[in-house]
């Protein structure tokens, strides 16, 4: 084909374009971020933080950076107090933002750099009126048990009840709710959501990364201040670190803010964990945990903290106590503007603090152990319980300490051996929560209570540690629907965060014929059936009498099976498993998560024996099981994407009727908004 003149100068004069000082015709423009995300839904007068953020090309800088909302500027770089704009990062953040309107509204944000490049960013949002003439509800309890999926509560009813042809011979208490919805549980960075965002989303409406809670992302540094040696003064805070994200407010700070109501947070993990530090902490660090635990206590009064229950003990102590992780390391100080335009404390670089002594200070009531939270007086108003130094033990050790069974080869249980020989089971926690948080307060209460080794023991892939775990929460469950019913006018939710190791029922295998079958281990042709594998039938589980925690009273709607190693048991596999040994029988041992580890072995405190802390026995028989998870630990099962039930239940007014269908995680938010002030 003949070559057009045009054709021929067209390279040359993109080349002299490009190498003769014509690069302006070829520059980029500001390429901006906005938060919160879009298409974020907001109560009437909830408190978010906006922050607008520009990437300009090397060597220019802003001159000018604003944010309006509806069309209005509220604010630019030359903005004082509550905006704050910050050169280094070229961001402008306002702090405190509510719309008091309901209907769409439009937050845009709008950048010029020093080479007159302009962009433009807007997105939409909506404000939703939650106030009705309906009866509010006065009290919420919000039961999340984490990585909870379908087949976990199934096999849960199947190990307490059993079957009778081909009947249930009971129903847990989450059974008998008769509202039901199914809940979309991604993140807003992540197809798999972690606990962070998987409950910060319930309680606050927004889409959160993983590992954040309360904040939206940003462009600061996830790294702490600058540590000076010891001894010497901690270097001034800057506007970096994890805890000066942008934020939105919870539920709890909502509902503590505007009609007074009180707050209590419960749960089996480290108190610092992701999910109960998601109803209170703004973070995006979920493992900052001296900074998250001085900030439970340091903006206590935001969302009228009343009970804090769980473990962590470790992050309390002064780090000059034996069993203390508190360290500058994990700590947070906000710059004095941040902290003034949020209303809240400063906070400080203080490892030797004696936090429980700041909560005793308070008026809150301190139990270590199930026998003194027990003794806490009926008319008691705050509650600070830990139970363990790191997470709590899980329910089986407990109950087997209760009933003095010990592990083979030990003459010490397990809870002994992890210094927490005497700690309340769930229920006995959210007992005491619920009559804590309901004295003298006739404003009402929202209350969190986690089942925290639902999730942690699925990653473990400890079918039996899991199942009773969720018999545990089930339990607590039931401790709030009877407060329900005496009180007459309080919403009960039961969710999970999400699902956790793809976990399923497989069928079901004699103990005995478990017991006596040889080793596969080391058997890897696929041609050869593991003989394992032809043991696994499907006959009705039997696990016998229910009985209490102590072993001594028949028990059937709260009790546990007198061994997980029954008659005829449950035999689960793991969707999304990591590489293991199986011989489906109950594990001697625990998994130590190597928290108290830390938190233990740092003075002349027993460290636990090593047998509690690797668990071994396994590994010498059954077959070998190559893991399917991806993209983490191959040790561990992973956390899956699949939808989750949600359960709701109330007790004077309709408000369970508002959660059925198919909800995003942060719909659930505003349904209990809604019940909570009469919109429904």
């Known amino acids: 084909m003949k070559r057009t003149?045009?054709?021929?100068?067209?390279?040359?004069?993109?080349?002299?374009?490009?190498?003769?000082?014509?690069?302006?015709?070829?520059?980029?423009?500001?390429?901006?971020?906005?938060?919160?995300?879009?298409?974020?839904?907001?109560?009437?007068?909830?408190?978010?933080?906006?922050?607008?953020?520009?990437?300009?090309?090397?060597?220019?800088?802003?001159?000018?950076?604003?944010?309006?909302?509806?069309?209005?500027?509220?604010?630019?770089?030359?903005?004082?107090?509550?905006?704050?704009y910050d050169a280094a990062t070229k961001s402008l953040t306002v702090r405190q933002f509510s719309l008091l309107t309901t209907g769409a509204h439009t937050i845009t944000l709008r950048a010029t750099d020093s080479a007159n490049e302009s962009s433009t960013l807007t997105k939409s949002y909506n404000v939703i009126n939650p106030f009705g003439n309906r009866k509010p509800v006065k009290n919420i309890i919000f039961f999340l048990g984490d990585g909870m999926g379908a087949a976990h509560k199934t096999a849960a009813r199947l190990t307490r009840f059993g079957l009778d042809e081909g009947r249930t011979n009971g129903l847990l208490a989450m059974d008998g709710m008769p509202n039901i919805a199914s809940i979309l549980t991604h993140s807003l960075n992540s197809l798999i959501t972690d606990s962070a965002p998987g409950m910060a989303n319930y309680v606050t409406g927004s889409k959160a990364n993983n590992n954040q809670e309360g904040v939206y992302p940003d462009n600061t540094s996830n790294?702490?201040?600058?540590?000076?040696?010891?001894?010497?003064?901690?270097?001034?805070?800057n506007h970096t670190g994890a805890f000066d994200n942008p934020r939105i407010e919870y539920l709890s700070e909502y509902l503590s803010r505007k009609f007074g109501k009180s707050t209590g947070i419960v749960s089996t993990a480290d108190i610092e964990d992701a999910t109960p530090a998601a109803n209170a902490v703004h973070t995006q660090d979920r493992n900052a945990g001296t900074g998250i635990c001085d900030q439970y206590f340091d903006e206590r009064n935001t969302?009228?903290?009343?009970?804090?229950?769980?473990?962590?003990?470790?992050?309390?102590?002064?780090?000059?106590?034996?069993?203390?992780?508190?360290?500058?390391?994990?700590?947070?100080?906000?710059?004095?503007?941040?902290?003034?335009?949020?209303?809240?404390?400063?906070?400080?670089?203080?490892?030797?603090?004696?936090?429980?002594?700041?909560?005793?200070?308070?008026?809150?009531?301190y139990v270590p152990t199930r026998t003194s939270m027990n003794a806490v007086?009926?008319?008691?108003?705050?509650?600070?319980?830990?139970f363990q130094y790191?997470?709590?033990?899980?329910?089986?050790?407990?109950?087997?300490?209760?009933?003095?069974?010990?592990?083979?080869?030990?003459?010490?249980?397990?809870?002994?051996?992890?210094?927490?020989?005497?700690?309340?089971?769930?229920?006995?926690?959210a007992a005491v929560a619920i009559r804590t948080l309901n004295n003298n307060n006739s404003k009402g209460f929202f209350l969190m209570v986690e089942g925290a080794h639902i999730d942690k023991q699925s990653h473990l892939m400890d079918a039996d540690r899991a199942i009773y775990e969720t018999l545990e929460f089930d339990n607590a469950v039931r401790k709030g629907i009877e407060f329900a019913n005496q009180d007459g006018n309080t919403l009960v939710i039961v969710s999970a965060d999400h699902e956790c190791s793809g976990f399923v029922i497989n069928g079901s295998i004699s103990s005995t014929t478990a017991k006596g079958l040889v080793s596969d281990?080391?058997?890897?042709?696929?041609?050869?059936?593991?003989?394992?594998?032809?043991?696994?039938?499907?006959?009705?589980?039997?696990?016998?009498?229910?009985?209490?925690?102590?072993?001594?009273?028949?028990?059937?709607?709260?009790?546990?099976?007198?061994?997980?190693?029954?008659?005829?048991?449950?035999?689960?596999?793991?969707?999304?498993?990591g590489d293991r040994y199986e011989d489906y029988l109950a594990k001697p041992f625990p998994v130590n998560d190597g928290i108290q580890t830390l938190a233990i072995a740092l003075g002349t405190l027993t460290a636990f024996p090593t047998s509690v802390q690797t668990r071994t026995p396994e590994a010498t028989n059954g077959m070998f099981l190559r893991g399917q998870q991806t993209g983490g630990n191959g040790s561990q099962a992973g956390h899956t994407a699949n939808e989750i039930p949600l359960y709701a239940y109330s007790t004077g007014s309709r408000a369970s009727t508002l959660f059925f269908g198919l909800l995003d995680n942060t719909d659930v938010f505003f349904l209990m908004a809604k019940a909570a002030l009469g919109g429904y």
């Not at 790294?223 to 001034?236: E, H, L, R, S, W």
């Not at 009970?307 to 947070?332: C, E």
């Not at 007086?377 to 830990?386: D, H, I, M, Y």
């Open 5 to 84: 003149r045009l054709q021929s100068v067209l390279p040359a004069a993109i080349a002299a374009l490009c190498t003769t000082g014509s690069t302006a015709a070829f520059a980029v423009p500001p390429r901006l971020s906005l938060v919160p995300p879009k298409n974020t839904g907001f109560l009437v007068d909830q408190r978010f933080d906006i922050r607008g953020e520009a990437t300009l090309d090397a060597g220019r800088t802003v001159s000018t950076l604003s944010i309006a909302v509806d069309g209005v500027t509220i604010s630019t770089q030359a903005s004082t107090t509550p905006s704050f």
């Open 223 to 237: 790294t702490f201040f600058d540590i000076p040696a010891v001894g010497m003064t901690p270097a001034a805070p």
């Open 303 to 365: 969302k009228n903290l009343r009970v804090l229950m769980g473990g962590g003990r470790r992050w309390f102590l002064p780090n000059t106590v034996i069993g203390s992780n508190r360290s500058n390391a994990t700590d947070y100080a906000l710059p004095a503007a941040t902290a003034s335009a949020l209303g809240v404390a400063t906070g400080a670089l203080d490892p030797g603090r004696n936090l429980i002594a700041d909560f005793q200070g308070d008026g809150f009531a």
């Open 377 to 386: 007086p009926a008319n008691a108003e705050k509650v600070l319980g830990l």
């Open 390 to 429: 790191g997470n709590m033990n899980v329910a089986l050790d407990k109950i087997n300490g209760r009933r003095g069974v010990n592990p083979p080869t030990r003459t010490t249980s397990v809870v002994a051996d992890a210094q927490g020989p005497d700690q309340p089971m769930l229920d006995e926690m």
């Open 521 to 577: 281990a080391g058997k890897f042709d696929p041609a050869v059936q593991p003989v394992r594998q032809t043991a696994i039938g499907n006959a009705f589980p039997n696990y016998g009498a229910m009985l209490s925690p102590d072993g001594l009273t028949s028990d059937p709607l709260t009790g546990y099976p007198a061994t997980p190693d029954a008659a005829v048991k449950l035999v689960i596999g793991f969707g999304g498993s």
